[in-house]
């Protein structure tokens, strides 16, 4: 049987592991997913419990006088630094933008298939991390709506593709849509109400 120390690191860096998923998976569309975010919170909040434990554990276990051995516990630095990283990059919007371009040519092939039948409205596709509740060309004029399932708080939201000209913002008094520019021809865009 491992010791207890051991098991502690392994339980914190497989939190770390899920809890980072979560967060990649969370902050990936536009307005991110709000239940997912949530689930990445907790597990962050968990890792964090186990990682304070650990510390306690290890700073106890330190010979006397304990100052003089702080240097043993480094490694117990990681941890917070791969979390403020993780809160950096997916605040940032590097993470959002990264898994976006990952995810260009799945979007442009459902555009071109709105473009092939643009009287018709495409339901539930699946692009990579993206659920794709509703693709159509009908709601703003010159562009391609893919309004992404369960993205957005209080709303909706997803990515345009507008080739012709830059969309028009019709959001008045907090109600309507905001489009906001990523690169090309491509926008997100988030629906209140």
């Not at 098991?7 to 497989?14: D, E, I, N, S």
């Not at 006088?65 to 630095?77: I, K």
């Not at 933008?97 to 071109?112: D, K, N, Q, T, Y």
Request: glycine share 10%; with cysteine.
């Amino acid at each position: 049987m491992p010791p207890k120390r051991s098991r502690a690191r392994w339980l914190a860096t497989a939190l770390a592991v899920v809890s980072f998923l979560l967060t990649v998976w969370a902050v990936s569309p536009p307005g991110g997913y709000f239940g997912i975010a949530l689930a990445a919170f907790c597990g962050w909040l968990a890792t964090g419990v186990v990682w304070l434990v650990m510390a306690v554990r290890a700073v106890l276990a330190l010979p006397q006088p304990r100052r003089a051995h702080l240097r043993q516990l480094r490694s117990l630095l990681v941890l917070p630094l791969v979390f403020a990283g993780v809160l950096l990059l997916a605040g940032s919007g590097v993470l959002s933008r990264a898994i976006f371009e990952m995810h260009r040519p799945g979007l442009h092939s459902l555009v071109a298939d709105v473009a092939a039948a643009p009287d018709q409205r495409l339901v539930n596709q699946r692009v990579g991390l993206f659920a794709v509740s509703s693709a159509t060309a009908r709601h703003t004029a010159g562009c391609t709506l893919l309004a992404i399932k369960d993205a957005g708080f209080l709303g909706s939201a997803g990515f345009a593709h507008c080739p012709d000209r830059p969309p028009v913002n019709d959001a008045k008094g907090g109600e309507g849509t905001t489009f906001e520019y990523i690169s090309g021809p491509w926008y997100t865009f988030s629906y209140s109400w």
